[in-house]
């Protein structure tokens, strides 16, 4: 959802556990998720549907996006009631499924996320933790009905017949449904009858996520020439200062990482390369991770710009997300065509990242989900590392200031915005307000 | 969705080393479509591909005129010949892979065998190839049916043969080898399953970046026909600048209404000749139009918007070439000012970045969506935009062989625009002209 989300699609999660925990609380034990205990069964179904009506509510008043029905859906019954409910009412459905038969996987799971999880909050005794899931789990398995069968895949000869119009559950057959079916972790993958671009994405990016442990770092450059000036754009090379930071990286990496291999992507623009000419890792260029391009302003200050181009300095704190320099780029720009980096990075073990200003903060915010409004106004300060680890259930970072001077190039959301009445030079800049381009599409606008 | 825009000191691609596709199933399944297309989609991204198809291999060996013997798998005597020719084509695979300068090649053959593909994995991996298996699978009679017909009797093994002879000739030549199929079963492979042309997909132990790329092709892939209208974007009233974004001048205005006028006619004459020929009215289908976010561009495209069943999208990803120092500049201008630049451009047109600049690559990069899309969509589409973004797409569906430094060059003047309809083994193209009294 935090990868829909920062491409510019409605996405919202509906999360069962949740509304079970709403309706009779988090300290269950496993007899709850008995499937012979008749009581309990009633009340999960409640949750269900209820999970379920509020998904459909939304879908009516966002008009378009993705929601992820978040539940164990094991059985067949359940899925077809889903998939009937959502026909209905005009949504699409994909199931996506993760198997895991490996037990060595399935206990590292369970030690390291449900550890954490609401339901086992202030529980010290680890073991009687583990011994309780697992009995849970024991629970769901006598029920569970993989998608689309057992994996295999019989053979059918001839065309395949046309699916019933309103099937019985005798009738139901998931051969006909979209499914991803992910199997330990990745090793293999089943992709069944994929309909739209929007789901091959999806599935592109579920194969290419994974759980293994790793750091991602990220630094702007060392304070340039032109960040002396408080100019835009351009391509300088490093201050004074700008040289002492790139000196003082490779100890406080060395010290972060430890013996970790890493490897260490900048973009085409020398102010990056200066910065991480002294670290003895693998280096790699993107030009999708170069600056914002300011295009006309490029090469100004601020002072400049506001001076010429009024119009232009003013509809850019209207919404600076959206805003768009003459011949130039917005943010929006920007995630769209850091959408590779992105995916590579999900993909990958340990990387470092030494970028700019607009282009990290919008890094940042894919990964700390932060939405287009506050993105613009994220503190990226110079000469600072930020890691990011990983919980199962969120984004940590944590912030390593290196105690090197430098000037401060962030601007605030000003309180109060004066768009002057004359009108600047003729067409400057474009903010559309609406329907700007989304990446995606999910359907009918 | 971009390729990687480094390389590595061997000269290839994403530090993927190279990788073999080891194709997999019974004759008319879509192997070599599927292959093809891969290949194309491989190149266009910079990642340098072939295909080897074992049937050029065997009849350059031993002709067209062969005894049906020779696909009996369970004949001993020819048993020697068919592992001849394999075997070349395999050394051929090697060596365009170590020392030809490719990343990535397909070896096109039934390869029905388990334990000969077993034996196939390991020499590739003793060169330190990596292999990774599609299989295409097809359990619908008539798709296989119609590949028969569409595609294997105007092979040069049937050339000579009345239609129905050859399709009846080939069916059997099928049925001998169907005996000895065996489906992917080892868990130890790389490979990818397909069943009916990306309906069904199963995926086993993909590793690596370019792996998960050529997955994620697959899944977009379908056979269906549409055609694909590239035109350029109207003259603006500041030519030479790419930062002003100038509107369409007048002269622009004229070109896109004629634009229009030409497309819907030749939509209307396309249409009328399929019902004649088919009897089938596609007269109510959708015609997509899609426009860069450059204000010459939509203001073309919006000419077409007051059409019935046509639909304009705007993207920012078809945008122009971005000429970074060479703003306003000719190339006489830069060669003048900066001689230094104009010769490394020179050297590599396609590759080479100006000052704050995009290159050619990096637009195809950028593109590497809409291509995608272009790849789903069952619709057709007309692309209207700058001519360095239709010299991309162009080139992607472009004969095998173009060079790259061609790309750079290619001529999308506004007195035509261009129509591709993509086939199982290439792309039809024509130039229809755009001007006041038709063609």
Known sequence: ???????????????????RRKLVGAKLDHSFFDPHNAAAVDQRLQCAVSALQDMLRWFEAVHSGVAIYDATNSTRSRRKKILDECTRHGVEVMFCESWCDDSELVEANIREVKRTSPDYAGVQDLASVMEDFRRRINHYSEVYEPVGGDGTRPLAKGSYPLPPASPTIEEYDERLVSYVRKI???????????TSYLESRIVYFVMNIHIAPRSVLFSRHGESMYNLDQRLGGDPSLSPNGHKYARALPVLISRLLGDQPVTIWTSTLKRTSETVAGLPYKKMQWKALDELDAGLCDGLTYEDVEREYPEEYA???????????????????????????????????NIMIISHQAVLRCIYAYFLDIGPEELPYLKIPLHTVMKLTWTAYG??????????????????????????????????????????????????? | MAAQLYRTHTGKLFHAGSIVIINVGLPARGKTHGSRSLIRYMNWLGVKSRSFHMGQYRRRLYGTDISADYFDLGNADTAAARTRAEDSCIQDIIEYLTTGGGQLAIFDASNLGAARRRHIRDTFEAHQIRPLFIEYICENEQIVDENIRKVKITSPDYITMDPDTAVSDFKTRIARMAPYYETIDDGDLSYIKLFNVGEHLVVNNIRGYLQSRVVFYMMNLHIAERTIYLARSGESSNEGSYKSDAPLSAAGHMYAQRLRDAVIRRIEERNRHVLEKTGVDISDRTLKVWTSTGVKSYQTAEYFASSGS????????????NPGMCENLTLSDVKARFPDEYRSYL??????????????????????????ELERERDDILIIAPESALRCIYAYFAPQGLPDSLIPTLAFPRSIFVELTPTAYGCKERRIGVSPNGR
């Not at chain 1, 330990?184 to 994929?194: A, F, H, K, Y």
């Not at chain 2, 046509?310 to 070439?321: A, F, P, Q, T």
């Not at chain 2, 590759?351 to 809409?370: F, I, Q």
Request: aromatic share 8%; charged share 30%.
């Open chain 1, 1 to 19: 959802s935090r990868y829909l989300a920062w491409l510019g699609v409605n996405c919202r999660v509906f999360n069962v556990g949740e509304y």
């Open chain 1, 184 to 194: 330990n972790v990745g090793s293999q993958m089943v992709i069944n009858r994929i």
């Open chain 1, 315 to 349: 509809m850019r704190d209207e919404n600076k997300f959206e805003f768009r320099y003459r011949g130039g780029e917005s943010y929006r720009d920007v995630v769209l065509r850091l959408e590779p980096v992105i995916m590579e990075l999900e993909r990958q073990q």
């Open chain 1, 395 to 445: 984004c940590d970072v944590q912030m390593y200031k290196i105690d090197i001077d430098a000037v401060d190039t962030h601007r605030a959301k000003p309180k109060s915005v004066r768009r002057s009445a004359r009108k600047g030079r003729a067409g400057t800049g474009s903010c559309p307000s609406s329907a700007p381009s989304r990446p995606l599409s999910t359907g009918t606008p």
């Open chain 2, 310 to 321: 046509v639909s304009v999208r705007k993207r920012m990803l078809l945008r122009g070439l």
């Open chain 2, 347 to 372: 050297r590599d047109p396609y590759h080479h970045r100006y000052s704050l600049a995009e290159s050619y690559h990096d637009v195809s990069v950028r593109l590497e969506p809409v291509i995608l």
